[in-house]
T-cell receptor, first 115, second 108 residues
């Protein structure tokens, strides 16, 4: 199993450009998440999808949109990139372990720079 | 307000010394707390969860509801413990709140 995969790994955008970050998981998890990681601020939730067909805002949704394409895929779109969106973006999925505990599984991250 | 506080951005200890990474939380409900770790060039992964009361890689963490804390401890730090550690609070409703993280550096 590949777990959670993200593309691209690195991206440089100019202010105003758009792009979509792709995420896929092969663990048959219902819930998927997008976080951004900034120095001194930890991980902040951008959007999440509790199940296929649903999406909800997290702590910092402004400037982003998401699509839960199917159970496997959850994409994050920046319509008009701004320098404040320079960050490392992590996708995660959440599943149950042995029907007792849930755990989030993270992708390798996408390092985005907006100039 | 729901919040996770990790007061130390950087913690530096010598190999073999005890280490304690602090985590305090604010939550009105029954908390479910986790520690996640990110080693250099690796993805973020779960280290341990309070509900299972387990010891992973020599680390333990006890939930203290009176002090609203979930500190991570290890009696003898190893160089391979050097990493970024995040305390996380699962609030239900599919949301997990992460602290700002503490970078642990274990010196030889």
């Amino acid at each position: 199993n590949a777990g959670v995969t993200q593309t691209p790994k690195f991206q440089v955008l100019k202010t105003g450009q758009s792009m979509t970050l792709q995420c896929a998981q092969d663990m048959n998890h219902n819930s998927m998440y997008w976080y951004r990681q900034d120095p001194g601020m930890g991980l902040r939730l951008i959007y999440y999808s509790a199940s296929e067909g649903t999406t909800d805002k997290g702590e910092v949704p402004n400037g982003y949109n998401v699509s839960r394409l199917n159970k496997r895929e959850f994409s994050l779109r920046l319509e008009s990139a701004a320098p404040s969106q320079t960050s490392v973006y992590f996708c995660a999925s959440e599943g149950w372990m042995d029907d007792k505990f849930y755990e989030q599984y993270f992708g390798p991250g996408t390092r985005l720079t907006v100039t | 307000a729901q919040r996770v506080t990790q007061p130390e951005k950087l913690l530096s200890v010598f190999k073999g010394a005890p280490v304690e990474l602090k985590c305090n939380y604010s939550y009105s409900g029954s908390p479910e707390l986790f520690w996640y770790v990110q080693y250099s060039r690796q993805r973020l992964q779960l280290l341990l969860r309070h509900i299972s009361r387990e010891s992973i890689k020599g680390f333990t963490a006890d939930l203290n509801k009176g002090e609203t804390s979930f500190h991570l401890k290890k009696p003898f730090a190893q160089e391979e413990d050097s990493a970024m550690y995040y305390c996380a609070l699962h609030t239900g409703g599919f949301k997990t709140i992460f602290g700002a993280g503490t970078r642990l550096f274990v010196k030889a």
